[in-house]
């Protein structure tokens, strides 16, 4: 497995985050670790979540994050993907 960092803005709406983890888990990703603070100025999600890339057979889906970045930014309430790789977690894996 590869672990990935994602940083996201969205809307702050009662389905945006929903929406953000029903994609994650439709395409294969484990969440380990999510984040979540609201600015209350902009009326945004401040989202850092971390996901683990599911391996087929041994293999890695080099395609994978970026399918799932691709859908993350199709949804309606999401405003921006920043996709940040994890040096150390590529390291051990």
């Known amino acids: 497995m590869k672990l990935h960092n ?4 969205a809307n702050n709406q009662p389905t945006a ?3 953000l983890l029903q994609v994650t888990r439709y ?4 969440v380990t ?3 979540v603070s609201t600015n ?8 850092k979540m971390s996901v683990n890339q599911p ?3 041994g293999c890695l889906d080099r395609n994978g994050i970026e399918r799932l970045y691709n859908q993350l930014n199709k949804l309606f309430d999401i405003k921006h993907v920043n996709l940040n790789p994890n040096s150390l ?3 051990q894996g």
């Open 6 to 9: 994602i940083e996201i803005m």
């Open 40 to 47: 209350p100025e902009t009326n945004m999600l401040a989202i």
């Open 27 to 30: 395409r294969g990703f484990q």
């Open 55 to 57: 391996s087929i057979d």
């Open 33 to 35: 670790d999510l984040s």
């Open 17 to 19: 985050l929903e929406r």
């Open 89 to 91: 977690a590529q390291q």
